[in-house]
């Protein structure tokens, strides 16, 4: 994949957050998801890691790191600066409220592979290529700075699970049937001389009303924050307000996806923690395990937002935005509404 070709959009000041403080950028993100996969109400404890100073149950305040982040910074990529994404972060009151136009700060495609009209779940055989349908989005999201950990999971919604760094959402890894995984499903159509990917190297593809989404681990997101050897940093925040990091332990060690709970979680040092956090971490593979499937801390339902109607895409590569790839309301599904959707209950409740 190449950069992509189109003008950089205007350069917009980016500024670190501090407590109280808006950055200075506005536009939000819609924060919808591709499905989510069956309820989970299982209990499962985190290991506590020998040598750290808290445990899983042991909420630790983010607001002090969090204050140091900054969201959808420039970048430049073989040359070509990315510069379109507009993000804000304030942090008051024990929440962090973020807010970004949803673009990408790294290269996407040209063209990516998208199902034709009424496709739920695309293949070369029912799909065609488009050019990139991603487009600004307008929602922001607010999540807990001291976030609870919960025994009691709750399942990924048919929203967003999270926003990363780069100022675009994280899905988990399904697509419509709940089943699907979308990384593993990965296939590239042609047209001519054009050819177009259902997922990009990114790890990521632009869904309904173009919000540009990941589903799971993206080198053009790690790279912003990561050195080849050493351990993770934040990458970004889930829903229910504990951070999300790449697939790298605090000594640079490989974690492995056999390692972390069944919802991607792990009680460990971080770079940023050194104390221990309970975190999510999106390690390198493609199967169920790439991305969130649920959440083991207290998740605030209101903060999910309406996914747009299923589209099709029709017409000719080079149309304009429509239903991105993979994308549209799992079949019965309330609009907006993911299978175990509602408040965890906090420990012991």
């Known amino acids: 994949m190449t950069p992509e070709t189109?003008?950089?959009?205007?350069?917009?000041?980016?500024?670190?957050?501090?407590?109280?403080?808006?950055?200075?950028?506005?536009?939000?993100?819609?924060?919808?998801?591709?499905?989510?996969?069956?309820?989970?109400?299982?209990?499962s404890p985190s290991s506590t890691s020998a040598g750290l100073s808290g445990d899983v149950t042991t909420p630790v305040d983010t607001s002090t790191v969090l204050a140091q982040l900054t969201w959808g910074a420039a970048q430049t990529v073989n040359g070509v600066t990315f510069d379109g994404t507009e993000?804000?972060?304030?942090?008051?009151?024990?929440?962090?409220?973020?807010?970004?136009?949803?673009?990408?700060?790294?290269?996407?495609?040209?063209?990516?592979?998208?199902?034709t009209a009424g496709v739920n779940l695309p293949n070369e055989s029912n799909s065609q290529l488009v050019t990139d349908p991603t487009a600004e989005q307008n929602d922001s999201f607010s999540m807990p700075t001291l976030p609870v950990y919960s025994e009691t999971t709750t399942a990924a919604p048919l929203g967003s699970?999270?926003?990363?760094?780069?100022?675009?959402v994280i899905?988990?890894?399904?697509?419509?049937?709940?089943?699907?995984?979308?990384?593993?499903?990965?296939?590239?159509?042609?047209?001519?001389?054009?050819?177009?990917?259902?997922?990009?190297?990114?790890?990521?593809?632009?869904?309904p009303n173009g919000e540009y989404h990941y589903h799971g681990n993206s080198e053009c997101v790690t790279r912003q924050?990561?050195?080849?050897?050493?351990?993770?940093?934040?990458?970004?925040?889930?829903?229910?307000?504990?951070?999300?990091?790449?697939?790298?332990?605090?000594?640079?060690?490989?974690?492995?996806?056999?390692?972390?709970?069944?919802?991607?979680g792990i009680f460990s040092a971080t770079p940023e923690f050194p104390s221990g956090i309970y975190h999510y971490v999106l390690p390198l593979t493609t199967d169920a395990t790439s991305s969130i499937r649920c959440f083991h801390g207290v998740v605030d339902a209101t903060q999910i937002q309406r996914m747009p109607p299923m589209q099709?895409?029709?017409?000719?590569?080079?149309?304009?935005?429509?239903?991105?790839?993979?994308?549209?309301?799992?079949?019965?599904q309330p609009p907006g509404q993911g299978p175990?959707?509602?408040?965890?209950?906090k420990p012991g409740g």
């Open 225 to 264: 924050v990561d050195t080849t050897g050493e351990g993770s940093h934040i990458i970004g925040l889930a829903l229910d307000g504990f951070p999300i990091y790449g697939a790298y332990d605090i000594d640079g060690i490989e974690v492995k996806a056999a390692q972390l709970d069944e919802c991607n």
């Open 87 to 115: 993000a804000s972060a304030t942090i008051a009151d024990g929440t962090i409220t973020i807010t970004s136009n949803g673009i990408p700060n790294h290269e996407r495609d040209d063209y990516y592979a998208a199902g």
């Open 6 to 43: 189109r003008p950089p959009a205007p350069r917009a000041a980016l500024f670190g957050v501090s407590a109280g403080v808006a950055v200075a950028l506005a536009t939000a993100l819609v924060l919808t998801a591709c499905s989510a996969p069956p309820s989970s109400t299982s209990s």
């Open 171 to 207: 899905f988990n890894p399904y697509e419509a049937d709940n089943k699907t995984v979308a990384m593993s499903s990965n296939f590239t159509i042609s047209d001519g001389d054009k050819t177009g990917s259902f997922i990009d190297h990114c790890s990521g593809h632009p869904g």
């Open 312 to 332: 099709g895409q029709n017409g000719n590569p080079g149309q304009g935005p429509g239903q991105g790839p993979g994308q549209g309301q799992a079949p019965g």
């Open 340 to 345: 175990g959707m509602q408040p965890a209950p």
């Open 161 to 168: 699970i999270g926003i990363m760094i780069s100022g675009s």
